[in-house]
């Protein structure tokens, strides 16, 4: 580094081992440039030589302003290190030794454009699947005031991760001056960006596809302002386990704080309607930049004070959440017959000790080679279509579960996969276990030969020894001839065995089985009483049948 005035230091990440990654900006004595800058530091703040010969990697991006902002470690030891490279959005990384990752788009470094001029990122957040998401601006600040928050997704690989916003990029505009300053990610994935916009707190958070969540204030982004004509904005924010997030920066020339609840409206238990400032040192420039949660609750803020550095604790009094208000549970056969039925129980509890979900639904969807049969719920009411159960279960009190059944039929061979969804009135600040899913394996165990659908069918068999499957429906099924078996599946089936000895198994629903020729052995059991008839017709049978079953020709 130069060992002059211009060096400056923007960014710090402590690595699992207790050494310092600091990372910004240093000047070449010769050029009088900018160079993008990470130095690691030991425990006891002597440069570590271990990192690039003398602790300090200086990365050339070419020409104009090349300047680090922050530094996160992943999990492996690599350090990524983001901000400008004029004029874009440059990143960064290093192996353990200071070199650059040449996994990382084949050099270690990449520059990402975007429209409007240029561009900067200012924070970095690592997700759990090894993605890299930064968040900084697009445009120009001054003079043009023309700038949007600008956020950017890539691969491990060091690519753009297209499934974010269908290229990797997403600009959001506010008003004017827009700059993101502070980026986080929830535990499900969504991103969480606190800024500024035309001198106001601005906020907003993305689903994990980079569409801005509209259950944030209604349309994913939320501006505050501290005081009327207050210039106001956010550096930086954390998020606390019940979900709510904090956002720290400056009003007017003091330390600013804001929180919100996981909806995006301001917390009215924190401070002054979800607001707080404090002026650190009378009459100097106060500016929060970066804010922590400690483990008790308490918020500790840290920034500039006149030509100083100052720090605030605040004791928060915190209203316990409904955490983890609802889960899901679901189980179902890991194999499941052609021709049987796949019977689902999906359990909703609410996991509070305090508070009644209200507006309680179950949303539940089949896919693969299946129909949804019925959907039975321990309350409220349950809508069926082919592919799917919707059920309103209205309120559920504190601690008190409650059961939807889902009947499906599988109609081929192959996986049935059956997801559970449960939503409320409240949002759930653990949404994680919101869904199930169970799945099944279907098989042909009977050796269907033919196969009926979910509707009335008309199923006739061949000359050989046929198994049909008739499914549900109120189905017609002639065997003819050959020793075949017939599983007539729900409905009110009519069937006729024909010729030789048959099987004939009614299931579900008031069906008429007639064995006609032949040593046939008949199936009415459904329990329920006097629903079905079975006929022996010709030959010794055997008829097994529910209490009050009509029975002939049956000994």
């Not at 991006?61 to 922050?70: C, D, K, L, W």
């Not at 049969?373 to 579960?401: D, F, H, M, R």
Request: aromatic letters at 6%; a negative charge; glycine letters at 16%.
């Amino acid at each position: 580094m130069s060992g002059g005035d211009e060096d400056i230091a923007n960014g710090v990440a402590v690595q699992p081992d207790g050494k310092i990654v600091v990372v910004g900006r240093s000047v070449d004595p010769v050029s009088g440039g900018n160079r993008f800058t990470v130095v690691r530091y030991n425990s006891n703040g002597s440069l570590d030589t271990g990192f690039d010969g003398d602790g300090i990697a200086l990365t050339d991006f070419g020409t104009g302003v090349q300047e680090a902002f922050a530094v996160a470690v992943q999990a492996d030891g690599a350090i990524v290190a983001v901000g400008e490279g004029g004029p874009n959005v440059a990143l960064a990384r290093y192996n353990t030794d200071g070199s650059l990752d040449t996994s990382f788009d084949g050099d270690g470094k990449v520059t990402t454009g975007f429209a409007g001029g240029s561009a900067t990122a200012y924070d970095v957040a690592l997700q759990s699947n090894g993605a890299i998401a930064v968040a900084g601006r697009a445009g120009y600040n001054y003079p043009a005031n023309a700038s949007d928050f600008a956020l950017a997704r890539y691969n491990t690989n060091g690519s753009l991760d297209t499934s974010f916003d269908g290229d990797g990029r997403v600009t959001t505009p506010f008003a004017t001056a827009d700059v993101a300053g502070g980026l986080k990610v929830q535990p499900d994935g969504k991103l969480v960006v606190s800024g500024t916009s035309d001198f106001d707190f601005a906020l907003a958070r993305y689903n994990p596809d980079g569409t801005l969540d509209s259950g944030f204030d209604g349309d994913g982004k939320v501006t505050t302002s501290f005081g009327a004509g207050t210039l106001d904005g956010s550096s930086d924010l954390a998020l606390q386990p019940d979900g709510k997030i904090v956002a720290a920066g400056i009003s007017q020339a003091d330390f600013a704080v804001a929180r919100y609840n996981a909806d995006g409206s301001l917390d009215s238990g924190f401070g002054t309607g979800g607001k707080v400032t404090t002026d650190v040192y009378s009459g100097f420039f106060d500016s929060a930049s970066a804010v922590a949660l400690q483990t008790d609750g308490k918020t500790v803020v840290s920034g500039n004070t006149g030509d100083d550095r100052g720090l605030v604790r605040y004791q928060v009094t915190t209203t316990p959440p409904p955490s983890d208000l609802l889960s899901v549970t679901k189980s179902g056969p890991a194999t499941v017959s052609l021709g049987d039925q796949a019977t689902y129980t999906v359990t909703v509890t609410n996991k509070s000790t305090t508070t009644t979900a209200t507006g309680v639904t179950l949303a539940d969807t089949l896919t693969g080679p299946g129909t949804v049969l019925s959907a039975t719920p321990g309350q409220g009411t349950c809508s069926i279509t082919s592919t799917s159960a919707n059920c309103a279960l209205g309120s559920l009190a504190a601690g008190a579960s409650t059961t939807v059944t889902v009947v499906a039929e599988p109609r081929a061979t192959g996986t049935l996969s059956d997801k559970a969804t449960v939503t409320a009135t409240q949002t759930d600040p653990v949404p994680a276990n919101n869904s199930a899913t169970a799945t099944s394996t279907v098989n042909n165990a009977h050796g269907c030969t033919i196969t009926g659908t979910s509707g009335a069918d008309t199923l006739t068999g061949g000359w050989g020894n046929d198994v049909i499957c008739a499914l549900s429906g109120n189905d017609t099924v002639r065997a003819s001839y050959g020793s075949d078996t017939v599983y007539g599946g729900p409905g009110n089936d009519n069937i006729d065995g024909g010729f030789d000895n048959d099987t004939l198994i009614g299931g579900p629903g008031n069906d008429t089985l007639t064995g006609y020729f032949g040593n046939d052995r008949l199936n009415t059991v459904d329990n329920v009483s006097g629903n079905d008839t079975a006929n022996g017709g010709f030959g010794t049978d055997t008829c097994t049948t529910d209490p009050g079953d009509g029975r002939v020709s049956c000994p």
